[in-house]
């Protein structure tokens, strides 16, 4: 790991929580190995949530008609973007892998942290139509989610109450980092902290340490290739051209 750029992007309102001994932990573990780790403490910087046109200095160019996806992209163009989002774009172009931790709101990320990635990951930095997914703009870094949940284990199964975890975290795993292109790694899963004891919460940030002397070197999770996409796409677009074929 070493010589490697770590990000962590870090949502929780205290620095008593467990979330904040997450976050403490990967930072003294990964900077140990040599790493340089950089933390968006949202809370302690007061990010902004929404995505709006404020996020573009002097005039966008359909006022009118405003579409934030097409005016922070000729904006991050034209180095038009607010000082907030393109500090946070310069720590995200230079770590090699970015860790998000957070505790899970609503089957979620924190509304802030959602804030970050709707206006972090502008059109033409974070992704274009021909490049995301396995072809994604970042697809040499690596991403991955590391949170807490107030209910058990068990509660998150196939037949839990909750659902399946892997499907709750389909659209931030799939629809957002890998979309993105990032090689998503193994969540880190705190299971119910608030309702374990002391020396279970002691176990369980022992298990993250562990976890991170060897994090670099995981394997990514498998998501469907972009190809397969083009592929079926030049299939039908075949079979759209056989079947207007006059054949009278």
């Known amino acids: 790991m070493a010589s490697k750029k770590v990000l962590i992007v870090y949502a929780h309102q205290s620095s008593g929580s467990f979330n904040s001994a997450a976050k403490d932990a990967a930072v003294e573990v990964l900077t140990a190995k040599g790493c340089t780790v950089e933390v968006s403490d949202l809370y302690a910087m007061k990010f902004k949530a929404t995505a709006t046109a404020e996020d573009i200095t002097g005039k966008v160019k359909n006022a009118d008609n405003f579409c934030y996806g097409e005016e922070t992209k000729l904006a991050w163009e034209a180095g038009k973007l607010t000082a907030d989002i393109t500090e946070e774009q310069r720590k995200l172009t230079e770590a090699d892998l970015v860790i998000f931790q957070f505790p899970m709101y609503w089957f979620t990320v924190p509304a802030i942290m959602k804030g970050w990635m709707d206006r972090v990951l502008t059109l033409g930095f974070a992704f274009t139509h021909e490049k995301r997914y396995s072809q994604g703009i970042f697809k040499d870094k690596k991403a991955m989610l590391s949170f807490t949940t107030g209910s ?25 980092l890998h979309y993105c292109g990032f090689q998503v790694l193994a969540p880190q899963i705190f299971w119910a902290p608030s309702h374990v004891p002391s020396e279970a919460r002691g176990t369980m940030l022992e298990g993250w340490r562990t976890r991170m002397q060897g994090l670099l070197g995981e394997n990514p999770l498998a998501f469907t290739p972009l190809d397969c996409l083009n592929d079926m796409m030049s299939i039908k677009l075949l079979l759209r051209k056989i079947l207007l074929i006059d054949t009278h």
């Open 152 to 176: 058990q284990e068990c509660m998150f199964s196939a037949n839990g109450i909750n659902g399946d975890m892997n499907v709750t975290l389909w659209p931030l795993q799939n629809g957002i």
